[in-house]
């Protein structure tokens, strides 16, 4: 009897003597993956820490109005399409629901309200007001804060990435922990230089997050399969449902996941299907809510303007050669991550047919990876196939192929996908190089050499990388160097460097300011050779014409292409009204070389597309009566802008009595002065105008009173 009581005390005993020691070697053991891997992360990005706000940062965060209302905005990021804040800053005339139906720019429309939250809190607890030069708030922020929590939101997705692979390669204990599967993986993922468009652009935090809570399902899927304790598939459930939150990508992760569970355990799929279930029931609940905010789909009309819709014009074998030419280049990212650049719209990549060999092989190469992933998933359950479905599951849904993304493709793209890259040549690394080199110190000697080498050029392009993140100006001159065939890339680098070229600064020296709208202009000529028909190109040639030198003439013309293009374009229209109203002031001081035939033919221009442009016809009107002596061309154009329809102001009136005096019909030019005067009752010469117009008329009363209240109205603005 005493022998069989003190058995089991033995085991007991043995037990609780082993589990601190287990516990211990694995909080070590994490400790240090942890600290190598977070010091690694602001290392890497640390230099984005003092960086602007850069490219779509502005649809997110800067010209957002729901992200900038901080935390009041946040049920309307909830309530609609991620791009309808931005779009309010632009059409204030419209409603949400208005936006959110004419605003269809990419089919299905984009709902992650998540990222977006997150900017509004920034907003809330760490914004700062940003003023322009006159001193207005131009909006709230703090790229400081962004950068930061896009470096700590990355870290941490690594580490979850760490944990997940800990548990599908279990750690060898005859081998140092920096040569282990999950840490080594782990360091390439961090490093990879092609995720720098996802961390150093902060609106790239949506790719962030949705990895976050995707992997998360993941770990906590098989927590909950090891345990079966039912609060890790609760977690399970509420990660992937924040990671869809975040981006709709996560959805991959209902394939991942049991793939996953598949390749690296024994658990039954069969007899978790419940399980699994529930990450499908999450899916769908999410999917609903998105559907009855952005619509269910099938009735969208594909984008009908190449820079949304690259594939516009190409045949139905032709995208498919070409898409097939941008998973190829994917590939060659991964394995060789230069050079990078954050544009690959129209034309930098071209159209292709399936006689290129850019087509047909990288078609092959799918091929052949796609019939091995089958192979090994049936047959061997082994590392090189569950990389390549860690690689083509997340790439299905942004590879043009099943959806339209709106562009050929990003390097963001490929954030979650290159998990599986770095899992092949992390395996390579780990499993072939002790089979190659039989000897042990030497193999790790070479295992490190070989991982220094990659890390180390791997951290140089990251961080030089980097550099081109620190704002619009930087990148957008930076890239135009990659993306030259890009017209996107060349109206940006252009519309950038004029709005450079108009800062006091640079304005306030001539040579510079030339120089740079020489600039600006030969960009967005590139743009408009590539795509004639773009009209923000267009539109940006027109000012970029009326700030260098001023000349109005061409500046109208190239607002003139816009309005037909588009007929209602409100900018072009906005623009081409202040160069019109500003040009007799200008060419009164000589301020431009345009002539009167240029205006007049810049003018026509305009109506030709646009007949009811009134003010086009009286500046018309205006270089005939005052640089040309031709009366009767004067006022047929002012009788024509007259039956226009837009705002006639005092001038406007004033220039009708003026033609009207000058051809003796003083009736009709006494009307129109006084309804000037009426208009701007400050201005003296139309008081002195209307008091000759009396005198003409036989009224001396009156031509007195109102040449008197000129000479008041002079009086008063030469002593102030």
Request: glycine share 6%; proline share 3%; charged share 20%.
């Amino acid at each position: 009897m005493s022998k069989a009581k003190n058995k089991p005390k033995y085991k007991q005993a043995v037990q609780t003597e082993q589990k601190p020691i287990a516990t211990k070697k694995k909080f070590s053991f994490d400790w240090k993956v942890f600290l190598v891997l977070s010091i690694l992360a602001f290392v890497l990005y640390g230099n984005t820490l003092n960086h602007d706000y850069a490219l779509d940062d502005a649809i997110v965060i800067t010209n957002n109005q729901f992200t900038q209302k901080g935390v009041d905005g946040i049920p309307d990021i909830f309530k609609y399409d991620t791009f309808v804040g931005f779009w309010l800053t632009s059409y204030k005339d419209r409603t949400a629901e208005q936006i959110q139906e004419e605003k269809k720019l990419v089919a299905g429309g984009r709902y992650r309200p998540l990222s977006l939250a997150t900017f509004a809190l920034e907003v809330e607890y760490f914004g700062k007001n940003i003023k322009d030069a006159q001193g207005n708030i131009v909006y709230k922020g703090n790229p400081f804060i962004s950068h930061l929590i896009n470096i700590i939101l990355y870290l941490g997705a690594t580490l979850i990435l760490f944990l997940v692979l800990k548990r599908l390669f279990p750690i060898d204990e005859n081998k140092k922990w920096y040569l282990s599967m999950p840490f080594i993986v782990s360091l390439l993922f961090l490093a990879h230089p092609i995720h720098t468009e996802a961390v150093a652009n902060i609106k790239g935090r949506d790719e962030i997050m949705t990895l976050i809570g995707s992997l998360s399902a993941l770990l906590f899927m098989l927590k909950y399969l090891d345990s079966r304790k039912v609060y890790f598939l609760l977690l399970s459930c509420l990660a992937l449902f924040l990671g869809l939150l975040s981006k709709e990508n996560a959805i991959t992760f209902l394939a991942v996941i049991p793939i996953t569970v598949y390749y690296f355990t024994k658990h039954s799929l069969k007899k978790n299907w419940k399980a699994f279930s529930l990450l499908f029931t999450v899916a769908g609940i999410f999917l609903l809510i998105r559907g009855s905010i952005l619509g269910f789909g099938g009735h969208e009309e594909v984008a009908q303007e190449i820079m949304n819709n690259p594939f516009l014009h190409a045949s139905g074998a032709e995208k498919m050669a070409t898409i097939f030419f941008t998973l190829w280049i994917y590939i060659k990212l991964l394995i060789f991550p230069h050079p990078l650049t954050y544009d690959y719209y129209p034309n930098q990549i071209e159209i292709i047919n399936w006689a290129n060999p850019g087509a047909f092989l990288p078609l092959l190469l799918y091929l052949a990876i796609g019939i091995y992933a089958v192979y090994g998933m049936i047959k061997k359950k082994d590392v090189f196939s569950y990389s390549i479905w860690f690689y083509l599951i997340p790439l299905s849904v942004v590879s043009n192929i099943f959806f339209p993304v709106g562009t050929f493709m990003n390097e963001r793209f490929v954030f979650i996908s290159s998990i599986g890259f770095c899992i092949l040549i992390g395996w390579l690394i780990y499993k072939y190089i002790p089979k190659l080199i039989k000897n042990l110190q030497s193999s790790e000697y070479v295992t490190i050499l070989i991982l220094l080498i990659i890390l180390g050029l791997y951290s140089f392009k990251t961080i030089n990388r980097n550099k081109a993140w620190e704002n619009d100006l930087t990148l957008f001159t930076t890239d135009v160097q990659v993306s030259s065939n890009s017209a996107k890339s060349n109206c940006s680098a252009g519309g950038k460097i004029i709005e450079e070229a108009q800062k006091p600064e640079n304005k306030a020296n001539k040579a510079v300011h030339d120089e740079m709208c020489v600039q600006a202009i030969a960009y967005l000529e590139r743009a408009v050779e590539i795509y004639p028909e773009y009209v923000d190109a267009l539109n940006l040639l027109g000012n970029a014409y009326y700030e260098y030198n001023f000349d109005i003439a061409k500046s109208l013309h190239y607002y003139s292409k816009v309005l037909k293009l588009k007929k209602f374009h409100s900018i072009s229209y906005a623009n081409a009204r202040i160069v019109m109203l500003n040009t007799v002031g200008l060419m009164s001081v000589g301020s431009t070389q345009s002539t009167a035939e240029d205006v007049i033919r810049g003018c026509l221009d305009i109506t030709a597309v646009q007949p009811e442009f009134g003010e086009a016809y009286h500046l018309i009107g205006t270089m005939y009566g005052k640089y040309r002596n031709n009366m009767d061309s004067a006022w047929y154009y002012f009788e024509k802008a007259n039956a226009c329809n837009f705002d006639k102001n005092a001038s406007f009136y004033k220039d009708l009595g003026v033609v009207c005096g000058m051809t003796g019909r003083y009736k009709e030019a006494l009307t129109y002065f006084l309804k000037a005067i009426e208009l701007d009752p400050k201005d003296p010469q139309t008081y002195y105008n209307a008091g000759v117009t009396y005198q003409q008329l036989g009224d001396l009363n009156n031509a007195a009173a109102y040449i008197s209240k000129s000479n008041e109205l002079t009086n008063q603005q030469q002593q102030k």
